[in-house]
């Protein structure tokens, strides 16, 4: 694993979430209530709503285009609906936060 | 290719026709339907509960515009036809459309029957068919003066009770000497004629109208015997006729109605028609359940199945009166071959007769009980015979076979085929079987599967009881909506919890409430913080993370992830260094495309959520604020140019829609509101479709609300009339205080007024002056607040990590 430092977790609100740039499109870091903190691509599988924009509760982000509920932790859509997005591993190391950049480089390949 | 089908009228009996004919044929017609009436098909029979303000238009709706568009129809709003051709086969609208067609189907219903009386023709004489003449005298009513109604029969007398209920003094005259002499006896009229007075409604039998006088409108009638009522609105309900005059002048064959065989065919193979301006076997009908079944037969035919046929039926009359339970079937007349069975107790105010022929029961009348009707119904449908039973049949089923049924045991020993709804229709068995098949639960669920209770509504008791007999405990009729999955309670409870229990963080409220996940969900948050701002504007601390993204960063999110920006114009006035603002706007950051909204604002689309703080400093430079077009809040108010430019205009509407704005922007409601001042009735900022709106007029200003144009069309409810631009103020500022305390978080006014009841919210914010005082200072105390312009805080840096990503990462390993 290729761990990228991306900032601190008092970057990101929380119950909220930043974006992170990368060459293939942004990814959505999300922080939960509890300080857990997930990364998936910021690209709801419906419409391709940018889920950092979403309102999060538990681990669990709302699309802010059509409501969809998509998983922090599977990536998948909850209830009714089917679909899933990229889930990128985090790492937390106290303050301190990484993602798995090969994750990254296999989606481009 | 699919054949033409053309339907001229748009009323609930080719509404019918259409759903069986989908059913029945898929995609074998192209439709296209031509209204008079400039709305969609909504339910008639409901127009004395919209009078009478128990319902709303909304209520009434059968067919709204999605079901028009998703059956491919064109629907032709506010076309009368005028000329059938039959040799083209075409028809002709009075807008000039001529549409072919395969398959003709006139459905022109009726028209009410005016009596040629002088004065017949005055402003102020309407007749009760439609919405239009529902909505004329709801806006007469608003005077509180007199008026008279002439027709003591079924339709009559809804409108009297309407009258009455929307607060006139209303007097019925009725020709005959006893009320709805066609379907009641004597004894039954009088003891209507009797609740009807208790009312406070005056009734005036053997009244011969002989004129209806007054200056240029109505202002009394006059009868034959000299007695003089004065009376600003008089309304005809005397009685219907077939509309048939269009088919007649086409040449089809046209008695009392236009002629048609038992399968709805007109002498013209191509053409039929159906409902109230159809005759068929030298009979007309006026009552639903027979025009339904003429709509199942015609569409059958149209599908192909050549042996559906219309058979004569009774059907029984009920009076759509709250409070007055009256029912009524077949023949009643005395007769040598005929005996009764009357029931009286005139303590209790029933009376119920049975009239018999050859032991069945060929009349029933009911009054003040009829909850036997559909027993008695059936008894007679089936010509079942009664002799066993005819000792104690007229107390009704519960009362055979020895001890009295409770009202369940009655409805559970009906037999399956009993007829339930009579407008529809639908017997027990279908019901309950629908219930069972699809695990229908409640009662909206049967009534879009089984049509049962969907009409005029009186057979609901008797549809809920199947319900709990079939399904017992899960259906629970007095279920409260819960917010969402995260709890039980519903909004109202919740926002008396919240006030009750001092609950003043959205933590707090989920403690204490027993929320059961652990944060709420996208539903339930916004709302509580929505509820908390409103109720604790100085302790609560507003939880952006609970906010939607558009309030959260204050634009609008489109659908590619840019957002959009709406800069505040007060009243929709702007100016040129305004203007030059929003071009160098335009020019440096690229905006593609640059809109002018409904609400007189500009909108520049397609900004990316980076330069937003860049955006909104150079336009702040130019003193521009927030547009909160994205909120739940204030948005727009609307304005005309007024008594400052129009040549009609009688007050300064510019100038009051900015005081408005300027009073009430930044304020947080339940759902969106929008605002317009007209400065004449002309209304030219069309103040009368928002949630509220002003028309100025030369004495002072009308206060509207209420209204909406968008999923739903409806035209404003008039709080009432002010002399001043101050209490117009006061009054608006009240009403939304109101609104903000009472509505549910995305509830907008007309939904909410409609809740609450338009009496109600007169009553405090009009008649209270105490109320309305308390209402205006909490508001004025929120604001202390909420008038923070949320681009400048963002502008010096509040709230930065939204528009900026945390990282950039990975671009340097792509490159390797």
């Known amino acids: 694993m290729n761990w990228i430092s991306i900032g601190s977790i008092s970057d990101i ?34 419409k391709g709503g940018p889920l950092s924009q979403g ?55 | 290719m699919s054949e033409k089908l053309v339907i001229i009228g748009n009323g609930m009996a080719p509404g019918r026709m259409l759903e069986h004919l989908f059913e029945q044929a898929p995609g074998r017609y192209q439709v296209t339907i031509f209204n008079a009436e400039p709305r969609v098909n909504y339910d008639r029979i409901m127009l004395s509960p919209v009078l009478s303000g128990e319902k709303a238009y909304e209520e009434i709706i059968i067919h709204g515009d999605g079901w028009y568009i998703a059956n491919n ?44 009386v002088p004065g017949h023709d005055l402003p102020g004489v309407l007749t009760y068919r439609d919405l239009d003449d529902v909505q004329a005298m709801m806006l007469a009513a608003q005077s509180r003066a007199k008026a008279v109604v002439i027709g003591g029969g079924l339709l009559g007398l809804e409108a009297a009770a309407g009258l009455n209920a929307q607060g006139m003094d209303v007097t019925v005259l009725h020709v005959m000497p006893t009320l709805m002499e066609r379907q009641l006896d004597p004894a039954a009229g009088y003891l209507l004629q009797r609740a009807v007075e ?53 040449g089809i064959a046209v008695n009392r109605g236009i002629v048609v ?17 159809a005759e068929v076997n030298g009979q007309v009908y006026g009552l639903v359940a027979p025009l339904y079944e003429m709509a199942r037969v015609a569409a059958s035919q149209l599908a192909g199945n050549e042996a559906a046929a219309f058979v004569h039926m009774d059907t029984p009359t009920k009076l759509k009166v709250t409070g007055i339970d009256l029912f009524s079937l077949g023949d009643f007349a005395e007769g040598e071959d005929r005996q009764e069975i009357v029931l009286r107790d005139a303590a209790a105010g029933v009376y119920k007769r049975l009239v018999l022929k050859d032991d069945r029961i060929i009349g029933t009348v009911l009054y003040g009980e009829t909850a036997d009707g559909a027993w008695f119904n059936d008894l007679k449908k089936k010509q079942t015979d009664i002799s066993e039973m005819r000792d104690t049949l007229i ?75 079939t399904i017992g405990d899960k259906y629970n009729p007095a279920a409260v909506q819960p917010m969402c999955g995260c709890t039980t309670l519903g909004h109202d409870e919740v926002r008396r919890l919240i006030i009750a229990k001092s609950l003043k963080t959205i933590p707090a409220v989920m403690q204490e409430l027993e929320w059961t996940t652990s944060c709420g969900c996208a539903k339930c948050r916004p709302a509580l913080n929505y509820y ?118 009688t007050q300064d509407s510019t100038g009051l829609g900015i005081r408005i704005e300027k009073f009430m922007w930044g304020s947080w409601t339940p759902a969106k509101v929008k605002m317009a001042v007209s400065g004449c009735p002309r209304n030219c900022a069309e103040a009368t479709c928002k949630d ?33 631009e101050d209490e117009a103020l006061e009054h608006i500022v009240a009403l939304t205080q109101m609104y903000r305390e009472q509505g549910r978080y995305l509830e907008r006014i007309y939904k909410w007024a409609k809740r609450i009841g338009i009496p109600e919210i007169k009553r405090q914010i009009m008649d209270d002056a105490e109320k309305r005082q308390a209402y205006y200072e909490r508001f004025v105390f929120s604001q202390k607040f909420a008038q923070v312009d949320p681009w400048s805080e963002r502008v010096s840096g509040k709230d930065k990590h939204e528009f900026r990503p945390m990282a950039s990462v990975g671009f340097a390993q792509a490159a390797e």
């Open chain 1, 13 to 46: 609100p929380r119950r909220g979430a930043r974006c992170v740039a990368t060459p293939e499109g942004k990814v959505a870091v999300f922080r939960t209530q509890d300080d857990q903190v997930y990364a998936i691509d910021d690209h709801c599988p419906h």
């Open chain 1, 55 to 109: 309102i999060v509760h538990g681990t669990a982000v709302t699309c802010p285009l059509h409501n969809w509920v998509i998983s922090l932790e599977t990536g998948k859509a909850l209830g009714a609906d089917e679909g899933a997005v990229r889930t990128i591993p985090v790492r937390i190391e106290g303050e301190q936060l990484f993602i798995a950049l090969e994750a990254l480089a296999s989606r481009a390949a």
């Open chain 2, 73 to 116: 129809i064109t629907l032709y709003k506010g076309h009368k036809i005028v000329a059938i051709d039959r040799t083209a086969k075409t028809v002709t609208s009075d807008h000039g459309v001529i549409e072919p067609y395969d398959k003709l189907v006139i459905a022109t219903g009726s028209v009410p029957f005016i009596i040629p």
């Open chain 2, 198 to 250: 208790q009312r406070g409604i005056k009734v005036i039998t053997k009244a011969n109208t002989k004129a209806i006088t007054g200056n240029g409108k109505v202002g009394q009638v006059e009868l034959a015997d000299g007695t003089v009522i004065p009376a600003t609105l008089v309304v005809m309900a005397v009685g219907i006729r077939p509309n048939s005059a269009l088919a007649k002048e086409a």
């Open chain 2, 261 to 277: 065989d038992a399968g709805m065919r007109s002498n013209d193979p191509d053409i039929y028609a159906l409902g109230e301006c």
């Open chain 2, 395 to 469: 107390f009704g089923q519960s009362y055979q076979g020895g001890a009295p049924l409770d009202p369940m045991a009655a409805v559970a020993a009906l037999p399956d085929d009993a007829e339930i709804c009579g407008c529809n229709g639908v017997c027990k068995g279908k019901i309950t079987g629908a219930i069972t098949a699809k695990g229908l639960a409640s009662l909206d669920d049967v009534r879009a599967h089984t049509k049962a209770s969907a009409s005029c509504g009186s057979c609901t008791g008797l549809v809920e009881k199947l319900m709990v007999l």
């Open chain 2, 532 to 649: 908390l701002v409103c109720d604790w504007p100085d302790d609560y601390a507003d939880d952006y993370q609970s906010r939607f993204i558009n309030e959260r960063v204050h634009a609008n999110i489109q659908k590619d992830g840019t957002y959009s920006v709406v800069p505040r114009m007060w009243g929709g006035v702007t100016n040129a260094a305004e203007l030059r603002a929003i071009a160098d706007v335009v020019d440096k950051f690229e905006v593609p495309m640059v809109k002018v909204t409904g609400g007189q604002r500009i909108d520049m689309l397609g900004i990316r959520k980076e330069d937003l703080p860049a955006v909104w400093a150079d336009l702040g430079q130019a003193g521009f604020v927030s547009g909160h077009a994205y909120a739940k809040g204030l948005r727009t108010v609307k304005t005309c140019v007024g008594s400052d430019w129009c040549r009609f205009g």
């Open chain 2, 692 to 724: 509220v709106g002003v028309i100025c007029v030369d004495s002072g200003y009308e206060i509207h609300f209420a209204g909406a144009a968008g999923l739903d069309i409806k035209g404003t409810e008039v709080l009432g009339m002010v002399k001043t």
